[in-house]
């Protein structure tokens, strides 16, 4: 099983993705980390994110091959970064996407944080924000708060229950 967790930055997409990834005995793989992990200085340019978002298929494709479920954890903002993903998988069973999304005022908040992999702050947001192409085909919303991982990991293991 292939799971696409994604949203803006500030979402809480991490926090639910890694938690996720636990539950239901998934590789977890995550941008941010795969960014700091190939990139000693960071420049966020378009050949960086494309890079990346490479390294993210190919360690999908690895876990698919392997009979392995696996979490990826990313903006997929745009639809040229989702597109790849999904054509690898339209024969195999396809990718479940969840997105989570947050109220701004969380997200301004969550962004002043310092995050273990994460560099995005509130400026990052609102630019990632504008450039947004939104999934057009059904997927699960989670809308995060501060206190409500249980809820939202429990809908997400019934969500990918009934899908499969």
Do not use: C, W
Request: aromatic share 10%.
């Amino acid at each position: 099983m292939v799971v696409i967790v994604f949203g803006l930055p500030g979402s809480g997409k991490s926090y639910f993705a890694s938690r996720l990834a636990k539950k239901i005995k998934a590789d977890y793989v995550n941008s941010d980390r795969i960014r700091k992990e190939m990139f000693k200085k960071r420049t966020y340019s378009e050949e960086e994110k494309e890079a990346v978002y490479h390294k993210m298929l190919e360690l999908m494709k690895e876990a698919v091959d392997q009979n392995r479920n696996v979490i990826l954890d990313a903006t997929f903002h745009a639809k040229e970064t989702r597109q790849p993903f999904m054509k690898e998988m339209e024969t195999k069973g396809g990718i479940y996407f969840i997105e989570i999304t947050a109220a701004e005022n969380i997200t301004r908040e969550r962004l002043k944080r310092k995050r273990r992999y994460s560099e995005a702050d509130f400026k990052v947001y609102k630019i990632i924000s504008s450039q947004n192409e939104p999934l057009k085909k059904p997927h699960l919303v989670l809308k995060s708060t501060n206190s409500n991982i249980k809820e939202m990991l429990g809908k997400a293991v019934n969500y990918l229950e009934n899908k499969k």
